[in-house]
């Protein structure tokens, strides 16, 4: 079974906790032996798939978890926790970290509604955004089955890399979370736009008035439409991404003024009572209880 070919593919190059390369642009290995607790994080547009062991994300107070019969899709950037609990030396995460790219995907999601194939139902409010698990069917395992074992030649990771993504990224369109992640990645999406506008730019003003312009809506209909994609108001949106940005930032070594300024906070005091309110402690005390670095768990949710 495909499956358990990519377990062992995984096992036989990671041979410690973290994140190993595997020469194809934006796929990485990871591996955990130890439970991580769920943390702030940010998931960029990603697929993560489980090969052993489980995983979970909670997204707006909705729990994920996720293992060897399930991926998950996150087809634009969300402020999530997460973490991997239940991994330990007895029962090891084994798994793969695939970036979508969203040039690739666009293009592949136009192509698919252009050619007029069969559209998979989407599950769920219609355009909504966030989260998906979906079923490892057979064209998702064997997509990627064949993009991982191009590691084991640099010349067919060289040649071929580019072409396997591209079919990897094809199974995940055409698979359970497909419809999902092509209202995402589909002509004329305004919402997922204005998504992607906010990751790329948390480090300046950010005016819901200035979003709503950029999306051709007005305040309230924006507002409408993009709390029925993410479940968030604009505004609660924008905090999330910026706290979960500075939550990782400042686990990862930066000073809590420094992790404040990078995300577009003017007001020390602000971003220490709005920190404060979401995760219970002060930056300060968050950073204190930050003693060990990254696994792989919480470097994959980065």
Not at 135 to 140: L, N
Not at 230 to 252: C, D, E, H, W, Y
Request: charged content about 20%; overall charge positive; glycine content about 8%.
């Amino acid at each position: 079974m495909k499956q358990e070919q990519v377990r062992q593919l995984i096992e036989g190059r990671i041979h410690d906790d973290g994140l190993v390369e595997t020469g194809v642009t934006g796929v990485k290995l990871f591996r955990a032996t130890q439970p991580v607790p769920c943390a702030p994080a940010v998931y960029e547009p990603c697929v993560v798939a489980i090969a052993s062991g489980s995983k979970e994300a909670v997204l707006d107070g909705k729990r994920y978890v996720y293992d060897n019969t399930q991926y998950l899709c996150c087809p634009t950037s969300m402020p999530v926790t997460a973490g991997t609990p239940a991994a330990s030396a007895q029962n090891p995460l084994f798994g793969v970290f695939i970036s979508l790219n969203p040039r690739v995907m666009s293009e592949l999601a136009n192509e698919m509604e252009n050619a007029g194939g069969a559209i998979p139902t989407a599950k769920g409010s219609p355009n909504s955004f966030g989260i998906r698990l979906a079923g490892w069917d057979g064209a998702f395992s064997d997509a990627l089955f064949r993009l991982l074992e191009l590691g084991d030649s640099e010349t067919d990771t060289a040649v071929l890399g580019d072409t396997r993504l591209r079919e990897l990224y094809y199974a995940v369109l055409k698979g359970e979370a497909g419809c999902f992640a092509r209202q995402a990645f589909g002509v004329g999406n305004t919402i997922a736009r204005s998504i992607a506008h906010v990751s790329a730019n948390l480090n300046a003003p950010i005016s819901i008035d200035e979003m709503a312009k950029r999306a051709g809506m007005s305040r309230a209909v924006f507002h409408r439409k993009f709390k029925q994609a993410t479940t968030m108001s604009p505004i609660q949106f924008v905090k999330s991404m910026r706290l979960n940005n500075a939550a990782m930032k400042i686990s990862g070594g930066m000073t809590v003024s420094e992790a404040a300024m990078e995300v577009g906070y003017v007001s020390a005091s602000q971003f220490s009572r709005e920190f404060k309110r979401i995760y219970g402690r002060s930056p300060r005390q968050w950073s204190d209880a930050q003693h060990t670095p990254p696994t792989a768990a919480a470097s994959i949710a980065t």
